[in-house]
Nanobody, 116 residues
């Protein structure tokens, strides 16, 4: 079983920056992908960015050029640097890890609010 602890959400003005961090503990030896999703109330959860153990990243078109994901599988941590934030980025952001066997674990979520 994997436990996730997220940090770094908050309130920021348009154009500002935030960094989200997520640390995994427990059964982490078989994690092969880590990432961030977000959810706006009333809408489906969507992928923001993901990194796999080989270093390949997947980034949503809506945040390309503004958000950068980084991960350290040795320490089981994943970060999301968010620059150029806009009101439409306001959402609850969830850390997610995937283990071999397609087992997924989700964090509790952290609120990001961007004011105009």
């Amino acid at each position: 079983q994997v436990q996730l602890v997220e940090s770094g959400g908050g309130l920021v003005q348009r154009g500002g920056s935030l960094k989200l961090s997520c640390a995994a503990s427990g059964r982490v030896f078989d994690i092969y992908a880590m990432g961030w999703h977000r959810q706006i109330p009333g809408m489906e959860r969507e992928l923001v960015a993901r990194i796999n153990i080989g270093g390949t990243t997947t980034v949503a078109d809506s945040v390309k050029g503004r958000f950068t994901i980084s991960g350290d599988f040795a320490s089981s941590t994943v970060n999301l640097q968010m620059n150029g934030l806009a009101p439409e980025d306001t959402a609850v952001y969830y850390c997610n890890v995937v283990q071999y066997g397609a087992r997924e674990t989700w964090g509790q979520g952290t609120q990001v609010t961007v004011s105009s």
